[in-house]
Structure formats: C-alpha cells, structure tokens
C-alpha cells in the first residue's frame, strides 16, 4: 500500500470511529477505486450507507466485504441485518446458515464476542417478528428463546416473547418473560407495564397497580401507565 493510500485508510477510520460518516464516505470510496482488497473498507462503507437508510447500496458493500474476505464474521452479521431489512428473510437466513456453519457454536460457550451475539440475537428477533407478521407464532417463539440464549440480559426480547406468549395465551409464562425483563433492566418502564397488563387480565388488579405505579415512579408521565392506573383502581372493573 503506498503512503497517500494509508493516510486516506487512517483519515476514513478515525471519521468513521468519530461517526462522521459525511466525511469518512468520500475518503472509502476514494480508497475502493485504488484497490478492491480491502475488506473492511467495503464492510465501514455498508454501515455508512445503512446507517443513512439505504439499504440496498449497503448490502452491496457487505456483500462486496464477504466476496474479498469470505471468513469475515461481522461483515456476514452486516449482511443479514440489512437481508431483513430490504425484506429478503431467505437471504438473510441463508447467510445466518452459512456463519453457523463455520461457527463451532453459538450457544455463547464458544462465541464470546458481545457485540457478535448481540448481533446474532436480534438477526433471531428480526426474524422472529417476520414470523409473527406471517401468522406463525410458534416459529415466532422459537426464534425469541434462541435469541434470549445468547443474550438473556437483553430485557426488550424478554418483554418481546412476553407479548407473544400472552398473544399465544398463556399468560402465566408471559409473567414470567415480563418479570425476567424487570429483573434484566430494573429501570425499563415497558416491563413493568406490560407485566402489569398481563397481571390484569389474569384478574390480579393489586399486583397488576404496583406494577403501574412502580412505572410511573420510573417515568412520571407515562400515559399507558397511567391509564392502566385509572383502570385498575376505578370502582368499575
């Protein structure tokens, strides 16, 4: 690499590091039409582009990243994420296949990247949500569960199978999804009013207004929260 192609390498990473993606794009673009052998070039310009929304020019990036170098991980988590995003799940699941096969395991035992199994996890939320959209809640289950062991510390998947299992009625595991999302992230109002609504509707009105109030406590002019307040203390219900 001769020394004007490694100031513009250098330049590009730190604006990309920075996120000033305006200036790190020209200097990428810049560097791919000297030389078509940089693969994380191409996989920094993919999250450029996806990160102003357009998909399409993103996933040729990843795609161009995994042709250069076909073992690279990111880059092949890059490239279902934005699969689903365009809406092309076949796609994204036959790349998702393919890092599982190269990868001896995604149970977190053997994969110890945070950022690759958070990645991995919302791949199997993503998909998840395409099931759910199709009618196929079970599916839809299994992709959650598969999501949550490789992140259980994730409470929005916690609260998102919640939803699902109360939507599949049966609302005790729902609770039970809900309460391990407000153990997850103490903090995260949606937990507790989603557990709340479930503790409702199975007709527990005391547990169902703490949970509301512990809500509002957390995020004062929540107005699901507080509606769901009203409902529970009104002498009519």
Known sequence: ???????????????????????AEPLLVQILEKS???????????????????FVAARDAFEA?????????EALLNLVVVCNDVG???????????IRSTSPSLDGSAVQDPYAL???????????????DAGFLSEAEH????????????????????SLLRDLGDLDAACEAFEAACGANPNYVAAHV??????????????????FRHALE????????AMYLRLTTSGDT
């Open 65 to 73: 990243a995994v042709r250069t170098n076909p073992s690279y991980t």
């Open 143 to 162: 992709e959650l569960k598969k999501a949550l062991g490789l992140r259980p510390g994730f409470a929005d998947l916690h609260v998102k199978l919640g």
């Open 118 to 132: 958070g990645k991995i996890a919302n791949m199997h939320a993503q998909l998840a949500k395409a099931y759910a």
């Open 36 to 54: 078509q052998s940089f693969a994380d070039v191409y996989n920094m310009l993919g999250m450029v582009r996806h990160d102003r929304g357009d």
């Open 88 to 98: 092309d799940y076949q796609g994204a699941q036959a790349v998702y296949d393919r």
């Open 194 to 211: 989603q557990l709340g609504v479930t503790r409702f509707m199975q007709g527990r009105k005391d547990v169902a207004e703490d949970c």
């Open 1 to 23: 690499m001769d020394e004007r192609l490694r100031q513009k390498l250098l330049m590009a990473k730190e604006h990309f590091d920075r996120r000033e993606y305006d200036r």
């Open 218 to 225: 957390l995020e004062p002019g929540h107005k699901i929260a």
